[in-house]
């Protein structure tokens, strides 16, 4: 487990970056979860990720269209927000099961709306919000997701204010 302090938004959109770069080069599929409050930062996150990789444009949070998707660095990103999802089987008719095959990266905000659903998480990020900053926990769900939080505890500094 990786334990951060994120002293802005910067710092939460470098953690994607970060997380992009780990898992650039690592065949699919995988799945990241980014859990926490609102205004936590899981769709800053998710930016920092999907621009890494190459987009240029705007980010938007997925809220209204439950999915983004990006095809960069010859991969498919699928950025995810679930929080308007009514009920875990509403998946279903959305094509859930097809975001899991070929080499995509997923990046799922309120995964517990499809709790359940969906097979383990490769990474998990709890975000929260502490004080004027943010904080993030990473931890590994999968062999291949630890190997990756692990190599990241070796490449990003601890101190506090650092990130």
Do not use: C, N
């Amino acid at each position: 487990m990786l334990t951060l302090a994120l002293k802005d938004a910067v710092a939460t959109e470098a953690l994607g970056a970060s997380l992009a770069e780990a898992l650039q080069a690592k065949p699919g599929p995988w799945l990241i979860t980014l859990d926490g409050p609102l205004g936590a930062g899981k769709t800053t996150l998710a930016r920092g990720f999907i621009r890494a990789l190459g987009h240029q444009g705007r980010v938007p949070s997925p809220t209204y269209t439950l999915v983004e998707p990006y095809e960069l660095a010859g991969r498919t990103i699928l950025h995810l927000d679930l929080y308007r999802l009514g009920d875990a089987a509403e998946l279903e008719y959305l094509g859930f099961r097809d975001v899991f095959e070929g080499d995509a990266l997923v990046l799922m905000e309120w995964p517990q709306r499809a709790a359940g659903k969906m097979p383990a998480a490769d990474i998990q990020v709890q975000l929260g919000l502490d004080g004027a900053g943010r904080s993030a926990r990473l931890s590994g769900g999968t062999e291949q997701g630890e190997a990756v939080v692990s190599g990241l505890f070796r490449r990003v500094p601890r101190a506090p204010d650092s990130i």
